[in-house]
C-alpha cells in the first residue's frame, strides 16, 4: 500500500472559519487527488493536482481550494467553512493506473 | 452522461452463502474498471483492476469479471471478515479520471 496519511483525522469547526486538511505520501507518486464521500452518494472528485503547483477542479470544487508546493504534500483549503462542507475527506495518490487511499479525514461544520 | 450504479445497495447473506454485486456502467472509452473495499472508518482499499470484456481476476473468495457493460464480484463461501462496502469505479480513457458508483454494503452473518 501507498504510504499516505492525512491530518488531521477528525476535526470539528464552525459555519465561516478557514480549515486546511493535510495529504502527506512517501510514494513520489505524481497524481494526487481530494475527493469527499457522503452518504448515497459515490466518491466526489473535489480536485487533484498532476505535479508540484499544478492543480485543477474536480465535479465538486466550489468553496475548495487546492496547493501543492512539494511533491509529497497535497493541501485542501475550505475558505469559509459551510454546514453542507460536512463530509469525509479522502485523499488519493495514484500509481501505475491504481489510486490509493488515505485513512480520511472527518470533518463537521456547525 | 457517464454513470456507475451498483446494485444492490445492501446485500445480507448467511456465512458460506455466495452471491454476487453488480456495477453497471455507461461510460464512453472504458480505460478501466476498478474494485474497492472499504472497512468502516477506513479509506477505500484497491482489490483489482479490469481493461476489457471476458476478462477475470481472483483473489481469496472473491472474483472479479466484466462485460462491455457490467461488472460483476462473485464472493464465493463467505466469510464475517468478507463485510465490507465494495465500491467500482470506472476510468474514462480521455481524461483517466474514475466514475464511482456508490457501493454495495456486504454483511455476512456467522
Known amino acids: 500500500d501507498a504510504g499516505i496519511t492525512q491530518s488531521p483525522r477528525h476535526k470539528v469547526t464552525e459555519t465561516g472559519t478557514p480549515v486546511t486538511l493535510r495529504c502527506h505520501q512517501t510514494?513520489?507518486?505524481?497524481?494526487m487527488y481530494w475527493y469527499r464521500q457522503d452518504p448515497g452518494h459515490g466518491l466526489r472528485l473535489i480536485h487533484y493536482?498532476?505535479?508540484?503547483?499544478?492543480?485543477d477542479k474536480g465535479e465538486v470544487s466550489d468553496g475548495y481550494s487546492v496547493s501543492r508546493s512539494k511533491t509529497e504534500d497535497f493541501l485542501l483549503t475550505l475558505e469559509s467553512a459551510t454546514s453542507s462542507q460536512t463530509s469525509v475527506y479522502f485523499c488519493?495518490?495514484?500509481?501505475?493506473?491504481?489510486?490509493?487511499f488515505g485513512p480520511g479525514t472527518r470533518l463537521l461544520v456547525l | 452522461e457517464d454513470q456507475v450504479t451498483q446494485s444492490p445497495e445492501a446485500l445480507r447473506l448467511q456465512e458460506g452463502e455466495s452471491s454476487s454485486l453488480n456495477c453497471s456502467y455507461t461510460?464512453?472509452?472504458?480505460?478501466?474498471l476498478f474494485w474497492y473495499r472499504q472497512d468502516p472508518g477506513k479509506g477505500p482499499e484497491f482489490l483489482f483492476t479490469?481493461?476489457?470484456?471476458?476478462e477475470e481476476k481472483e483473489k481469496e473468495r472473491l472474483k472479479a469479471t466484466l462485460t462491455k457493460k457490467e461488472s460483476f464480484l462473485h464472493i464465493t463461501a463467505p466469510k464475517p471478515e468478507d463485510s465490507a462496502t465494495y465500491l467500482c469505479?470506472?476510468?474514462?480513457?480521455?481524461?483517466?479520471?474514475?466514475?464511482w458508483g456508490a457501493g454495495t454494503k456486504l454483511i455476512i452473518k456467522p
Open positions: 469505479a470506472a476510468k474514462k480513457d480521455s481524461n483517466y479520471q474514475l466514475i
Open positions: 461510460v464512453s472509452g472504458l480505460r478501466g
Open positions: 479490469l481493461y476489457s470484456a471476458g
Open positions: 510514494e513520489n507518486h505524481r497524481y
Open positions: 493536482s498532476y505535479g508540484v503547483k499544478d492543480t
Open positions: 488519493a495518490t495514484e500509481g501505475g493506473e491504481t489510486q490509493y
